[in-house]
């Protein structure tokens, strides 16, 4: 089939020897849940040059993060934009840019806030247009995420003792990571365990004084099971589960690993990826090159004919079966559906790839694709054909059009928190 030829292969080959990759290769825990995401109230127009400001930010801080485990960049654009991520000490490499990984493809919800911050439990990515760097606390934005679940207690005693194990916890962290260049593991009795890590930016001075405020704060959280402080120059967390790597196990595993190489090409891959579907939400489907439309096109139709494996570059159509094959391209269509609520999280593609006998979810067509794409037998067609016209047709697409780039805003961010 000609239609069915893409113009890049080897870009292609890449982008499946990613998603194969994460089938074969098991990671340790890259702690990727959220704990807090703040999108800053003042926006932009969607007309600026902001996107690429972004995404250059988000590259050069990838750059960083991958040589140093942490990074600042400014870029030098109206208004301007100064940038740090940083991953905990403990994670090893290759969590450590899977977080960041997982970061960077969660912020964009923020945009075009012309500042955001998102706490991961392995790492932090915040830009702002201002030189925030050294900023310890921030009354405005410091806060305490206390998970809902409280502990269980034989009598008062115990629940008294546990409090009193977070706060010894928590004292000690804060000590220890003052002392130890920003960075602090503690565990009580088998009971507590907490790790507070200061951003590098911050004097140590500013660190004290940022960890011994958030713990205070997070110290609330008792006898709940966990609590996070999520404040401007640190994170603190204690919990009732070992959440953390040991040093020794975070040293070990950063040293040496031969498949790090490799997982720098996968994870800066994915995200490029991911970019490129986020360039393509805000430059406006219609712009999008005929190429790439052709390709989700012949994807599409493959997967409305039940085909969706012969859409394989051949260079891995023989190398993998049939079912993975159109299960892995199923959910590469779930990635373009045109609402963001629709789309996977990076989690949930792991969680997908990983369980082969489980139920991919169907997605909707494409909006980017014409309507004459789909088949004769498509509901869609004939519902605007026969009881429609074009006319509604048109208000169909641009009602696509309107739903991506209000989701895009950060309304849907600033309601979360
Ligand atoms: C608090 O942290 C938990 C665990 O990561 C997360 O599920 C929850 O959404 C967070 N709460 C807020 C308000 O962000
Ligand atoms: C990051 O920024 C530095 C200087 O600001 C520049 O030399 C480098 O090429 C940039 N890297 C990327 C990937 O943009
Ligand atoms: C950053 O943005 C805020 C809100 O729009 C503005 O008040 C402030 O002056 C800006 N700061 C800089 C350094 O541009
Ligand atoms: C933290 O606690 C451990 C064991 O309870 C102790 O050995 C260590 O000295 C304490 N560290 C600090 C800085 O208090
Ligand atoms: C780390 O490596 C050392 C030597 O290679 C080994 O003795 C130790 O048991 C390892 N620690 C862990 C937690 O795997």
Known sequence: MNSMRYENPTWVCFFFFFLFSLFSLSFSDPRTSQSGIYCGASKLPLST?????????????????????????FVNSTPPMYGLAQCFQDLSHTDCLLCYAASRTKLPRCLPSISARIFLDGCFLRYDNYSFYREAVNPLVDSVNCSSKSGVFADEVARVEFVNSVGFAIENVTRTAVKNRGFGLAEVKGSVYALAQCWKTVSSDGCRECLEKAGKAVR???????????????????STEKFYNDREEAENASHGSSRTGVTVAIVLSAVAFLMLFLF????????????????????????????????????LRDKFP??????????????????????????????????????????????????????????????SMNSLGSNALRKTEASYTST???????SDGLSRI
């Open 49 to 73: 040059n902001f996107i690429p400001t972004f995404v250059k930010e988000m590259e050069n801080l990838s750059q960083l993060v991958t040589a140093h485990h942490w990074g600042t960049h």
């Open 220 to 238: 609330g959280c008792a006898p709940r099971r966990d609590g996070r402080g999520l404040f401007a120059g640190c994170y603190l967390r204690y």
């Open 322 to 383: 049939e079912k993975e094959v159109s299960d892995v391209l199923q959910i590469g269509l779930l990635c373009t559906q045109a609402s963001v609520a629709l789309r996977p999280s990076m989690d949930d593609i792991v969680q997908l790839l990983n369980n082969k006998d489980g139920e991919i979810p169907i997605p909707k067509q494409p909006p980017f694709l014409s309507a004459n794409v789909l088949e004769p037998s498509s509901s869609i067609k004939s519902y």
């Open 280 to 315: 393509a939400a805000f430059a406006g489907y219609a712009r999008l090159s005929r190429i790439k439309e052709g390709m989700y096109t012949s994807v599409w139709k493959l997967y409305r004919t039940s085909r969706l494996a012969e859409g394989a570059d051949p260079c």
């Open 404 to 410: 991506e780039s209000s989701s895009m805003d950060s």
